[in-house]
């Protein structure tokens, strides 16, 4: 195939979504950066603390990741000593997560740099626009896209 005949990347939903998606990473990445946290560790933080010592499971759905890349994500927070994992007392099998007092502590000085990253986001953006790509977003990962396989 000849690269004339292919679309090009801008016409691609999820080369243009990765690129705002790595563009605006980087940008709260940057932001958060003096909390010694990146930003999708402040999120998983926040999740956790909202979440009222959440299901690993639970956590993982939500966050629409599997369990074993949200292992991976969890590793340096439970080796930093701001998250701990434990078993459910009412089924074993189930592994929750808690902030410890220092995760604590951590999330609430990443929320106060994470809360300045939203505002200078929004200032740019637009608060309206914003919330309109919000809802726009969480339509998308709110879709099935359990399709039948593609044939060319």
Not at 71 to 98: C, M, N, S, W
Not at 109 to 133: N, P
Request: proline share 6%; charged share 25%; net charge neutral.
């Amino acid at each position: 195939m000849s690269k004339d005949s292919l679309p090009g990347l801008t016409l691609c939903n999820n080369a243009a979504l990765r690129r705002a998606a790595r563009k605006l990473g980087k940008f709260y990445d940057d932001v958060v950066e003096p909390s010694g946290l990146k930003a999708t560790q402040q999120g998983l933080l926040y999740q956790i603390h909202i979440g009222d010592e959440p299901a690993m499971g639970a956590i993982a759905t939500s966050l629409i990741m599997d369990l074993s890349a949200l292992g991976h994500t969890l590793k340096p927070l439970i080796r930093d000593g701001y998250v701990e994992t434990f078993a459910d007392p009412q089924d074993r099998r189930v592994k929750r997560v808690r902030l410890t007092p220092q995760g604590l502590a951590k999330l609430e000085a990443a929320m106060k740099l994470w809360q300045i990253a939203q505002q200078r986001f929004e200032d740019v953006v637009g608060r309206d626009k914003a919330e309109k790509l919000r809802a726009a977003l969480d339509d998308i990962a709110a879709l099935d896209f359990d399709l039948p396989p593609a044939t060319p």
